[in-house]
């Protein structure tokens, strides 16, 4: 036998060798990944919760002072000191973000409304703020407008910027998951380096929906991801926003994993242990 098919015969016998389990066990997700994803959705649920209280403040200044006009676009950013919301737009030149208000932060032992400290602040800033407007406009330049939506910007490695988009809870009790994007941008805020689709549908998750009986029982809910295989930033949002606060178990590729009440994501099983024996659910759709 020619000593090329005595090598490949050597390699076949040798996978066909391999345990049945070794050649069907999925790859294990890694967890720093899990761990970074957890960090990005619980600042996305700080971001979402200052920027909701700020409006809302603001708004109510307004109402004092008799003006009607948007305060227009937000942009959080958290500091040593705290949380602090500027709202503003991009000045006529569009070199610089004009900050018509801006919103502290600085206690989360304090009520939000009475630690906001809202402050008429017609200033302009040419550095992180403005590099935030400008990636919140490329990346609505390049996506269908879209209504109830709400959007975030964080920061992401290298000095660059992540920017969100998901849609906004109208219904009080109401919490949506879904139909939402993340967008990488460059540092100047001008360049989309990458976009990800986190979910397609919307879901709605309403306890109102629930029989009565049922309300009582809930212990956690349960989706299918169809994008990705491992979560999304936005589902931990989705767990750490949502009344009451219960965990959230997804199917995602091989595995199944668990959204713990304070946004730690774990490796429960594989997606053919945990069908043989599923918790129970709230939910099994797919956004």
Sequence with gaps: MPNYLRLISI???AVYALPAQALAEPKRPDQ????LIT????????????VATATDAIIELQAKEGKKQSPGWYFAQKKPQ????SFGTLNKNGEAFHI?????YLDKSVQAKDAAALLKHPDEDKDVLYHMAKAFETCSRARHPLSNYNYAVLPAPNNRFYVYFFPGNVTAGEYLLGGDDRYLLSSDGTKILETRQMHKGILPYSPKNFPPADKDQLRAAFHTAVTHDTPEDTDVMHVLVRRPRIPEFISAGDWI???????????????KEFSENKPAATQNPKP
């Design 11 to 13: 390699i076949v016998f």
């Design 257 to 271: 994993f668990q959204v713990h009440t304070d946004g730690k994501i774990s490796i429960e099983s594989t997606l």
């Design 39 to 50: 960090q990005r959705g619980r600042m996305l649920a700080e971001y979402d919760s200052v």
């Design 100 to 104: 018509t208000y801006q919103s502290a």
């Design 32 to 35: 720093a990944e899990l761990d």
């Design 82 to 85: 705290g949380w602090f919301v």
